[in-house]
């Protein structure tokens, strides 16, 4: 029996129930997590130490040797009695005892096992190297039975590849290739990342995937998202899709403004969103009031010398939203930096960081119990806006469970979300290349993208734009997942702690923020390139390296550098 409290498993007698003996086991990390499995020949491995299972055979309880899991892989295991296989993510994979090399069956790419809806929670295998999988849909409160076994008939290579590729993680991508793929048995589909983080993404990143795109080469299907769009539009290196989008919107609903406004130039447009997040803003209503414009939050700083203004916040949240708000008042379209403005701009970055005790919040000292989501419009901190309620707080809503904490905040202190300046947040960006030599499987693929199947699956990365899955949403709210679910967030604030427990939204809540959703018409600019020169030369200013006129001509000396290539 494995105890996943006490870290064993504990080996009993059959007849009298009396403890045999125990086995140390790594830390589950959920309950679902299976740490011991069986092979057909009586043997038991036993997960003892992380990446290592150890054979045990069954009776004897004789050691028999150990099996090594690569790269911190975590799945479900089974044995023919020769063999012990793995079913992961990664895929099926066969390997022996005492050999650390493993054959791979099955790419996860290519089944079920690679989609980021379903997790392996066990296999069983048959008599001809066969395998049933069960995997749990937790978000959907469902499980599915998959069979796999091999078949000649299906060519080990398929005939037809599509390449897509994407700066970061995708998991709405990831989920249609996995689908689209057993739907076109003689298509690959590869997908390749920087295997960055956006924020990672340097400028040898981009200038890498520039020289591909410009010499013909690179992928067929382009995740736009923190690539330079407007370049590429300029330089015909994407494939017009107006036709395709209105033939999309001739089929079924979109939201059409998030559709149409995301990446086009003459009416025309380049590429579409797969999914969205929503920017809310809530709190004091002079404060927000005060954000319209650089000019009016310099005219609340100077009446309200002492403002927090965002109640308490580290630096990089400080220096993101507000770059992220006043963006289009600093660069003009061509890519300019007006370096008067943006001077304006940091001595207010370092006011606002002085009264929101910013310096108080660098390095480890301070936590948070819930995962920080990178981005200009998530405050590590913002649980702070209990403690200071003339203040506001920004929150990037991604998903209805993303929307808990939140929401239980606006609960307590009385107000409502509102939209930040109609932005939106396009998620999955995708575009075509020009030079593509499949561009009728590439239209496929991305038509597939936006079917109902895709945007209906419950991914937590962004909202659909299909109107019908998007209606569904607060479905989600009344499922057994949402009833069972509650989390509580834990935020130290110099001596004080705010604690916040939360529940699911309401379906009046979600149904608000829908609303809110159909109102956004401004996507979220971040050429990740121009970005990055803000970022680091910023943080030199915030640091008291350099003033902020000679920041400001760094950034605008390094942006015009960036564009010239």
Known sequence: LQDIYQQKVVILSPDTLETVSEIQTIQSVSNSEKLMAKGSDGMVAVNTEEGIYTL??????????????????????????????????????????????????????????????????????????????????????????????????????????????????????????????????????????????????????????????????????????????DSYIEKGMLEDLTDLADDLMGQDSYLEEILKNTAQSGGNIYGMPVKFKIPILFGDEEVKAALESIDTLQAYMDANPEASVFGVADYDYIRNFLFQLYQDEIVDPDGKIDQARLVQLLELESKISVNARAAEFEGEEYNTSYEYAPGPFNNIMGAGIMK??????????????????????????????????????????????????????????????????????????????????????????????????????????????????????????????????????????????????????????????????KAAETIAQKVDTYLAE
């Open 56 to 229: 045990y055979q069954s009776g004897s309880l004789a050691e028999k040797g150990t099996l090594k899991q690569e790269n911190g892989e975590h799945g479900q295991l089974c044995s023919d009695g020769s063999n012990w296989y793995t079913v992961s993510e990664d895929g099926i994979s066969r390997k022996q005892s005492g050999n650390d090399i493993s054959e791979i069956l099955m790419e996860g790419s290519m089944g079920a096992m690679g989609s980021p809806v379903n997790s392996p929670v066990s296999v069983v295998m048959g008599d001809k190297e066969d395998f049933y999988v069960l995997y749990s849909q937790d978000k959907a409160g469902t499980n599915l039975l998959e069979y796999y076994v091999f078949d000649p008939s299906i060519p080990s290579v398929p005939e037809k590849t599509l390449k897509v590729f994407g700066l970061s993680e995708n998991d709405t991508v990831r989920q249609a290739i996995i689908r689209f793929q057993k739907k076109h048995t003689d298509v690959k589909v590869e997908f390749n990342t920087s295997g960055k983080t956006a924020g990672e993404v340097s400028t040898d990143d981009i200038r890498t995937l520039n020289t591909e795109l410009l010499g013909g080469n690179g992928a067929d299907v382009l995740l736009l998202d923190g690539l330079p769009v």
């Open 388 to 549: 200071y309620p003339d203040a506001v707080s920004t929150e990037e809503i991604s998903s209805v469970q993303n929307m808990m904490l939140p929401y239980a905040m606006m609960r307590e202190l009385n107000v409502k979300p509102s939209a930040v300046q109609n932005m939106y947040n396009p998620v999955g960006v995708v575009g075509i290349n020009e030079s593509s030599g499949v561009k009728d499987l590439a239209e496929d693929f991305v038509k597939y993208l936006f079917s109902e199947e895709i945007q209906s699956a419950q991914l937590d990365d962004g909202f659909p734009v299909m109107e019908s899955a998007m209606k569904g949403m607060a479905a989600e709210v009344d499922s057994e997942y949402a009833n069972s679910f509650s989390m509580m967030s834990s935020t130290t604030i110099g001596d004080d702690t705010v604690e916040i427990s939360a529940t699911y939204p309401t379906v009046e809540e979600v149904d608000h923020l829908m609303e809110l959703g159909h109102s956004l018409t401004k996507p979220v600019n971040q050429d990740r390139i121009v970005w990055n020169i803000y970022q680091e030369t910023t943080d030199k200013y915030l640091e008291g390296s350099i003033d902020a006129t």
